[in-house]
């Protein structure tokens, strides 16, 4: 009854925002189609599309698209009587904190349940509101304003003061609610960023969950770190693959039943917050995604260095510093779902600068591994798979084939293999051929139209390789970190602080360069962000986020640069973006799986899939290849991958050249064909059907029909074979 009844409000409410109009005389500052309150809010801005309303009491807002009388709310507008007043805080109010109280960071204070103050300022296109919390002596200030796109709000950084003793921030959400819906009230979907994209419907979860999406924007912090339960086998080798990172700082809500959506995209503070969303059932039965600004974290210290004597848990020093900004992007209509806020995004980062658009013609991705190393008597002993001269006669025999499009990132191809790292120099292994002859190879692959970059992980040190007592990265709690590997060669890998990062790559680049070649791919510091501990000063992803940017805009100047899956603050760099996920986590409470960030690159800049040798459903890959315009990508040996049992590359466990070769043929062929179709056009459509087809409309007119189901379907006329596609206009 509450669904039904909320129904029949909206659509008078509807009525009202499409037929009012103020008499000209009154001397309104409304136009047409704008009503004077919605729910308690009342009218504080408008542009050409939306009007903005306010309640005073918890600054909950209102956007309201007064074409077609559809609005999004930022606060429940009923209470279905299950909630207590904790919850009905959260639930209303624009700001809610989380508080450190010693070692409690459990307490949450609201704008309803406790006592603030409010100084509210109307300005030409919102509001700003001074909040001060005079029982825990915490204020700030937050900013709203309506602008073309939709709604900004903002808490600078300066205005956050925290003047008592008792009481410190842990977090700071804004409009947590911000296009809620009461279990299956709503027809729609949360979108979360998990992977490419997943879906999360609208529809009653009969209080099947009791967790929903958790995730870091830009991956887990190393710095904080707590000790893990891990799934291994035999104490050694992990089971169970890590969740997806979140590459980009951006969440949505479409409510496809009023066909109005919005796209949040993080613009200040993305480097520490978290992504939640919550489908009805997980503690309210309410569904909502929202950003959650961290700003200080409680860890765990241990009494001595022997951790198991004992440890307390511990409030960081000072919280970290950054203006806090959401921009919520409103999209109406046809553009109200998730392949309208892929292309918002595109435009909006590519307005920006954040985005350029590189060379996009299609190459299939071939990486060669060159050497790695096993343990032997004394020390390790080199085991070499790939040489220059076996990338030339593969590339020859591919050009026969008709195989002349080709990427190649050359993998252990430094003097000691691929784990030796740091690389502070040009200096190639002996085993591959040595310096002159990779030299060579890039240089003549070059003039034949192939790309070839060097790999290179910036970020890691191999301890057992080379001095790392100094230049390494500690903890928040003071201890060291090191990465397990899994591995029986190299049992750890350690963190460089991003400076001696930057130095070593500056090196590298210099020598490099000087050889006449400028083509790099860069790993470690494309995907990986942390706060750390050196030489007695705390540094906070803010400054390992700045130090990186730092260095790869630096070496993007001087260098062909492409990074191995970046996250979103450097995706302006590179000229292509290697590793793309073409799946989620696969989270119980995800609903479809959906090819946002593949939507957002298509047209722009060259997108590469994960290696094909390592899906299990190579069939199902390449359709999702042909669904999302993906080019492929082989990770190749000459030698069998047998000869990397004992090294710490013995989870390829298939890489022979000889096995792929026909795959890579057939793979380049058929994409190529279908890519000179759609070559520089932006994906408009992205339709999931019940019969198991997927349709995909491109910009220039073209359509791509992908059947996932074990039977023929015929959509708009056009019949598609079990498990394959077609291509229409």
Known sequence: MAAKGKKICSLIMAVILLLFVPDPGSGMALTAHAAESIDGHNFVAENARYALYMKEEDLSVIVADKQTGAYMESAISHDDGNNNNIWLGAMKSAVVLTMINQSDDTKQADLLNDDVTKTITYT??????????????????????????????????????????????????IYPFMGCSYLDDKEGYLFIPDGNGALIYLDDKEGRFNSGYTAMIYGTDVGFQEN???????????????????????????????????????????????????????????????????????????????????????????????????????????????????????????????????????????????????????????????????????YGDLENAGVTSIFTVYKGWQKGGLYNVPISKYKADGGIGGTSALTGLIEDAAADGIQIYLYNDAMRINPDEQNATFNVIKMINKRRFSEDTHMDVYEEMMYLTPARSGKLLDKFAESYLKKGVDTICLAGVSNTLFSYNYSGEFYTRYDCGESYESMVRELDEQAALVLEQPFAYLWQYTDAYLDMPLYTSSYIFEDESVPFLSIVFKGVIPVYSEYVNFEANKQEFFLKMVETGTYPSFYITKESSAELIYTNSCDIYSSEYSVYRDTIIEYTSELQALNAKVAGAHIVGHEIMDNGVTKVTYDNGVMVYVNYSSTAQTVDGTTVEAMSYKVGE
Not at 137 to 152: A, N
Not at 310 to 326: A, N
Request: hydrophobic share 35%; aromatic share 10%; net charge negative.
């Open 228 to 394: 893990v339960v891990e799934s291994l086998l035999w104490g050694r080798h992990q089971m169970i693959n890590d969740a997806q990172k979140v590459m980009a700082p951006v969440y949505g809500i479409a409510h496809t039943d009023d066909r109005i959506a919005y796209l949040a995209v993080v613009e200040e503070g993305a480097m520490r917050a978290m992504i939640e969303a919550d489908p009805n059932g997980v503690s309210v039965d309410y569904n909502r995604v929202f950003a959650k600004f961290v700003e200080r974290r409680l860890y765990t210290q241990p009494t001595s260095n022997n951790s198991s004597s004992g440890s307390f848990k511990k409030p960081e020093d000072s919280r970290s510093h950054s203006d806090l900004q959401i921009r919520f992007m409103f999209l109406s209509e046809d553009e109200a779902d998730y392949c309208g806020m892929a292309n918002a995004y595109r435009d909006y980062l590519m307005s920006r600068g954040l985005l350029r658009t590189a060379e996009d013609s299609y190459r299939t991705r071939l990486d060669f591994l060159g050497t790695e190393r096993e343990n032997w008597v004394i020390g390790t002993s080199s085991v070499v798979m790939t040489t220059v001269d076996d990338i030339r006669e593969i």
């Open 124 to 173: 030409s296109n919102g509001f700003t509101a001074e909040l001060y919390w005079n029982t825990y002596k915490l204020g700030m200030k937050l900013e709203v304003s309506l602008e073309e796109d939709g709604l900004v709000a903002r808490i600078p950084d300066d205005s956050i003061r925290e003047d008592g003793e008792a009481y410190q921030i842990g977090t700071i959400s």
